[in-house]
Each structure stands twice: as structure tokens, then as C-alpha cells.
């Protein structure tokens, strides 16, 4: 259920853990709009947890696309090989030592046989993409 004008703001701001100008807010409405999101808890929680993992990273709808459309082509839980390989095919040039890196800096560790979440893996998406 999408979120009134002002609360989508504050929550957000809540979830961040600091305020945001008015220009900012309104780009990132933007692009979560550009990226077909609505203005939800769970998507504005998700954003702000992004901006946490990489917060030099500028968020674009290109990146939320590709988050999301890899989040739907993962559905439930995977196993952390085909993971690995689902990532090598959708981006060819994605480095060894930043796949690795992308899970230290969530706090997640990698192995092969583990089974992931498509939901604990959304910041590590989001941080391979940006």
C-alpha cells in the first residue's frame, strides 16, 4: 500500500538515520518511480539500507531495475553456486574480489553450498550493481 506525500519522507529519513533536503527526496522519488516502485515501507527501508551499504553510490532506477528484475528471476532461497553463476552471466565483468567484497561489507559470508534468501541478498545485489 503505497505511503501519504510527507510519511514516505519520514520514514524514510527514519530508516536512513538522518534528514535529507528536499531536492534529494525528490530525485529519489524519481527514480524509485522511473524503477516501477512504489512508495512503500519495505521499498523505502530497502533504499535506505542500499544508501547505508554504498552511501557514495548515486541511486538510479537503472540499478534498481536490475535489483529487482534479479531479485524476481531468484525467487525464494538459492543455492550460493548458482547464484554466483546467475551474476557472472547478467554482468560479465563483475570481478572475483568484488563479488567477494560485496558480501563482506553486508556482513554475509559466501560459500557455494549455502542457501540464500533473495531478501538478505537484496543490499549485495544492490552493491554488485552500483
Not at 516501477?36 to 537503472?62: E, G, M, Q, Y
Not at 568484488?98 to 563482506?104: C, D, I, N, V
Not at 542457501?115 to 538478505?120: I, N, P
Request: aromatic share 10%.
Amino acid at each position: 500500500m503505497p505511503l501519504q506525500k510527507e510519511k514516505s519522507r519520514i520514514i524514510y529519513e527514519a530508516c536512513l538515520g538522518k534528514s535529507v533536503r528536499a531536492y534529494q527526496w525528490q530525485e529519489l522519488k524519481n527514480q524509485l518511480v522511473t524503477a516501477r516502485l512504489p512508495l512503500t515501507f519495505d521499498n523505502l527501508r530497502f533504499v535506505a539500507k542500499c544508501k547505508k551499504v554504498a552511501p557514495r553510490k548515486v541511486i538510479t532506477s537503472h540499478v534498481l531495475n536490475l535489483v529487482v528484475e534479479s531479485a524476481t528471476d531468484l525467487n525464494g532461497e538459492i543455492k550460493g553456486a548458482v547464484l554466483k553463476d546467475y551474476l557472472y552471466k547478467k554482468c560479465p565483468s563483475l570481478s572475483k574480489h568484488k563479488f567477494y567484497r560485496a558480501f563482506r561489507s553486508i556482513g554475509i559470508s559466501y560459500r557455494n553450498d549455502r542457501t540464500y534468501s533473495v531478501s538478505e541478498l537484496g543490499e549485495v545485489l544492490y552493491k554488485l550493481f552500483a
